[in-house]
Structure formats: C-alpha cells, structure tokens
C-alpha cells in the first residue's frame, strides 16, 4: 500500500514547500486512499507551488494535496491536473480541514472531458501512456459508479476556503452528488470565505457575470437583473433603491465588508452609488434569514463584499465605455497576487450631460392665431434639463496571509459625486432660471482579521465611514445667469465600526457561533442658506449622536446528513433603548441528493428601531 502517494507522501507541522513546480502521474496501488499531485497528506505549509499531470485515488484525491490537515496550508497554488476518485475528490485538495487561500484549480475533476483538460506538455511519453491506459481505466471505472463530495478547490471541506477560484470542469454530467465548483461537500459546521453557513439560509447570491456584464451598470442594475428583489429607479445616475416583498426600502439593510451601508438619517441605501464593478461578492438574504446578517431587515439583507484577486503577479485591466448625450465610462483595475501579499486597485470615473429629447406630455402648448383665438394645441419637444453627472469612484485593498494562516485585510472606498437633478416634467422654469443639484463624498474603510484553528475560527473588524452630503437649489428668475441660493442644506455623518466574531465546531453535527456589532453615529444637518434677523447666517444645524449595539449567537445541528435544524438570536441596543430579542427558527430536509431538492422552513420575529431623522 503506496498511501497517502504524492512526489511527497506526508508534509510534517513545520515544513514548508515554495516555488515548485511538478509534472508526473500519481497512481498509487493498494487502497488508493489519500493521493496528490505534490502531498499526499500536508500538516506543514506549501506556498506558489504548481502542478501538472494526473491523480487518480479511490478517496480523498486532490490535484495538488490528497488531505489537507488542520495545521495545513495552501497558499497561492495551482493545479494542472485531471484528477479523479470515487470520493472527497478535489481539484486543489481531497479533503480540506486547513486553510487554503488564493489557490486555483484549471483542469479537470472527474470530468468526462478529462484528456483534454490535461496539461500533457512535458510528459514523458512513459507517463503519457499510464495517463491514457491505466488513468482512462480508472476514469471509465469512475463513470459508471456514483462518485460523491467532487468540487473545483475541495471536494470535501471542514476547513477555509479563502480567495480561490475554479475554472476546470467538475463532474461528469448527470452521475454523482455533492458536486460543487468550489466544494463538493462544506461541512455544515464550517463556512467557506467568512460567508453565512449554506444550512438554514434562504439566500441568492449573484452572479459574479451579472457584476461584470456592464461597465455602467450599479448594483440596481446587478440586483434587478439577477434577483427578484423589486429595484425601483428614476434612470441612471438617479436614487435607485431596493424594496423585498413591499417593504419599504429602509427595511432592507446593506453591509460592506460586515458594515452598516444605510444611512442613519434616511435608513436606505442608494444602490445608483455602488458601481457593480467594486462588488467582489453580493448574497441577497431574504426574510428571516437577513436576522444572521443584522437586525431591521423586516423585508431582507445584501451583504457585499471585495476580496483578494486570485491571480498570481501583476494583472492590469481597462474598460472605457462610450455612450450617447456625451456619455464616457472608464474603469482601470490594477492587482498583483504574491505569496503572502495582494492587492488591488479600482478606478471608475462617469460622465454624462444626460440631454436627451424626449417629447413632454406634461406641458401642453396652444398655437393661437393674430386675434389670440386658440387653433391648435401640442405636446413639445425638450430636452432633459440639469440631467448631467460626474461619479469618481477609487477604491484600494491590502490582503496578507500569514504563514499561520492569520488573514489581515485592508479595504478603503472614496466616492465623489456630483449630480444634477433633473427639472420635473411639470416644471416651466427653464434650466437657465433654476438648478438642482446633488453632491456627496463618501470615504468608507475596514480592516479585519480572521484565523481558524482546531474547528475554532474567529475574526475581528473595524471601520469609519464619512459622508458628507450636499443639496444646492438655486434660482434666477430673470435667466441671466445671476443665481441666487435658495436653499444649502448639507449632512455631515461620521460612523465608527466595530465587530467581533468566533465560531466553534463540536464534532461533525454542532456549530456555535457569536459576534457584537457596534456602530457610533454622528449626525450634523442643516439649512446654510438661512440668514437670521441679524443678517448672519442662522444656526439651524440638527446634532445627533448614538451609539448602537447588535448582538447575535446561534447554534446548528445537523443529526442525519439529510437534515439540519437552526436557531438565531440577536438583540440590539440604540442609544438608551432596546429591542425585544430577535428570534429566528430554520429547518432544511434533502429530499433527494441526486436531484438537490431541499425542503426548507423558517419563522422569525424582527424589530427596526427609528432613525436619526
């Protein structure tokens, strides 16, 4: 018996393997239990590595690491490789409990499309033959079983998953379960990328396509696009907001990076501000299950979310889009991918004078004759007044990896925008009398930390968030470009954020998980235009300050592997009040594997506590 097989059978606690790059066959005899490309079982570290070829292991097979221990991590490699087994079978690791970040899997994983995937370059044609005869055997062997737990980094995983991506094929078409791009089976005990546990969560997550599909595309548009959540929007550049099941907008609470997106004052958000392209990940939480994310989500929640480029070195990207009514959309995303470090840098920069002719049918003309008698009446042609925008948007993220497996992280977003409200269709004042305008600029930044170790993850994060906003209505009634401010109002909101987090596994059926949440608010808005009996200007500034609190614990059971049962509960502090606690009951029964058909139940009890307003 050869197991566990791999160019190194066992990597030791300590040991570490950087910047190597293998080609070859793994084929072990006997049990054929843990097999990989470069490490058949791994409790050290393995940093940059490549491999390509073939791996073929009855369980627990992987393109680069057959098991990957608690103590184990995959950092930044890359597997080449047709891989295939019968169980835990994975394009980067068999059966994951470490951590694995930024790694990328390009062949095949039990895939009927396997010799193709297969990176045959520089094979000896010793090994070429074993690939083709004894591989293909296996491969033929395979198909005709039912193989389980397949997926693109992990084929099982009771560990991280951090910053991966997957672009082999996975699975042969209409045989076996549990097959995934990620993961084949995530362990309910266990959560992929930081993100909610897959058990007891009614949730959509959008398409990383649906993100990318247009440089002048927001998020409204992602989320009208690829939800059904209602988006209601007046046109680019325009307040677009989100409404679950006819709630209201401010019923539904957004987070970035963990951190409270709505505004305090209002309680919305505006998704018009939030340029897909910045959205890494974006999961809708419907109903019931938005009481994991935050409280107030009475119709649901969006979480977004940026994380580290999974490509290796320096990788540059520039889209510029050209529209109609002098309409120009650039976007510039520059990211380097090291061992321990990444980064990535985002530009978007908008412009548009918005003057389209559209024909008014709120204004109505009368066409008179030399005695002043009405002949005619029409609808006229005009041109959309003080439509124009300018949205710079620049963001900036830091990751690094420690060889521990400690994850800091650093992501910093500034906007500024600058907007003309658009004259009412009802409005005679022409675009030379009368000017709207809207103009914000937003800083938001956070950093976190996260660790898992021996079932036990935790995590730490903090941020601020500034938004200074600014409604200018002037006017000139005689047209001569003299205008006069009738009304200045501006908010100024400074936010401080903190958050910690830990989760606890007991054993294969239990998970524990807490987190403390807390927000300082502070709020001052105001009228500037105003002028006092005294001939200076009048203090008509609202202050406000307050400090939130939100506490979550909930625990998950999942007795049989087909069924899984949950409870949530939070409780919230703002200001000197609090809310009732926050209940939340889920259950989920697999009716068929093969078919993934889930029944699911949940029921909850919310609260939204008011605004600054």
């Known amino acids: 018996d050869s197991s566990p097989a791999g160019f190194f059978g066992i990597l030791e606690e300590g040991g570490s393997i950087q910047d190597l790059t293998i080609k070859g066959v793994v084929n072990p005899a006997g049990t054929q239990k843990t097999a990989g490309g470069l490490v058949g079982t791994n409790y050290g570290t393995i940093i940059n590595c490549t491999f390509s070829g073939a791996v073929h292991g009855e369980e627990e097979a992987g393109g680069l690491v057959g098991r990957n221990e608690t103590s184990g991590t995959i950092d930044h490699s890359t597997s080449r490789a047709m891989v295939s087994g019968a169980y835990a079978t994975g394009g980067i690791v068999g059966y994951n409990l470490g951590v694995i970040t930024g790694c990328t899997n390009v062949g095949a994983v039990n895939s009927e499309y396997q010799e193709s995937a297969l990176d045959m370059e520089g094979l000896p044609a010793t090994l070429l033959e074993l690939v083709k005869k004894d591989m293909g055997d296996d491969l033929s062997n395979n198909i005709s079983n039912v193989s389980s737990d397949t997926g693109g980094i992990a084929g099982r995983s009771s560990g991280l998953i951090l910053s991966s991506a997957n672009a082999g094929d996975v699975g042969y078409a ?78 539904t609470q957004v987070t970035w990076n963990d951190m409270k997106v709505n505004s305090p004052m209002l309680g919305q958000v505006d998704f018009s501000l939030i340029p897909a392209y910045f959205i890494d990940d974006a999961t809708i939480y419907h109903g019931a299950s938005s009481v994991g994310v935050t409280g107030g989500g009475l119709g649901g929640a969006v979480t977004l979310a940026t994380k580290a480029p999974a490509e290796q070195g320096l990788g540059l990207r520039y889209v510029q889009g050209i529209g109609s009514f002098a309409t120009f959309d650039e976007f510039l995303h520059l990211t380097y991918g090291g061992a321990r470090w990444s980064s990535s840098t985002r ?162 059926k239990w998970l524990f998980s807490a987190n403390a949440a807390l927000h300082q608010h502070r709020v001052r808005s105001g009228d500037l235009s105003v002028i006092g009996n005294n001939g200076l200007r009048a203090d008509t500034l609202y202050r406000q300050e307050r400090f939130e609190l939100s506490a979550f614990a909930a625990v998950k059971w999942r007795p049989v592997p087909r069924l899984g049962v949950a409870a949530d509960l939070r409780w919230e502090l703002y200001g000197d009040r609090t809310t009732p606690v926050i209940p939340a009951l889920f259950a989920d029964y697999v009716l068929s594997k093969r078919g993934s058909v889930v029944v699911r139940a949940s029921a909850a009890r919310n609260y939204r506590y008011p605004t600054l307003n």
């Open 174 to 251: 209409h045989v076996g379960y549990n097959v995934g791009g990620i993961a084949g089976q995530a362990e309910p005990y266990v959560e992929l990328d930081l993100d909610q546990s897959t058990i007891n969560r009614l949730r959509t997550e959008l398409d990383t396509l649906v993100l990318r599909e247009n440089i002048t595309a927001s998020l409204a548009d992602a989320l009208a696009t690829g939800s059904t959540i209602f988006i209601k929007s007046y046109g680019r550049a325009t307040l677009a907001t989100a409404s679950f099941r006819g709630t209201a907008p401010s019923h």
């Open 347 to 508: 530009v978007l920069y908008s412009t548009s004078d918005n003057d389209f002719r559209f024909r008014n049918y709120n204004s109505k003309e009368f066409v008179t004759d030399d005695d002043g008698q009405i002949v005619g009446e029409y609808y006229p042609l005009q041109r959309n007044r003080n439509g124009g925008f300018r949205d710079l948007h620049v963001m900036q993220e830091l990751y690094y990896t420690t060889r521990g497996g400690d994850r800091f992280s650093l992501a910093a977003w500034y906007l500024d925008s600058h907007r003309g409200l658009a004259m009412l269709t009802s409005d005679r004042n022409k675009s030379k009398q009368k000017q709207n305008t809207q103009d914000e600029r937003t800083l938001r930044a956070v950093a976190g930390w996260e660790r898992l170790r021996n079932g036990l993850k935790l995590g730490a994060r903090a941020g601020y968030t500034y938004t200074d906003l600014r409604y200018l209505l002037k006017q000139d009634p005689e047209g001569k470009g003299q205008f006069v401010v009738n009304t200045d109002a501006r908010s100024r909101i400074h936010t401080l954020f903190a958050k910690a987090e830990a989760e606890y596994a007991l054993g294969e």
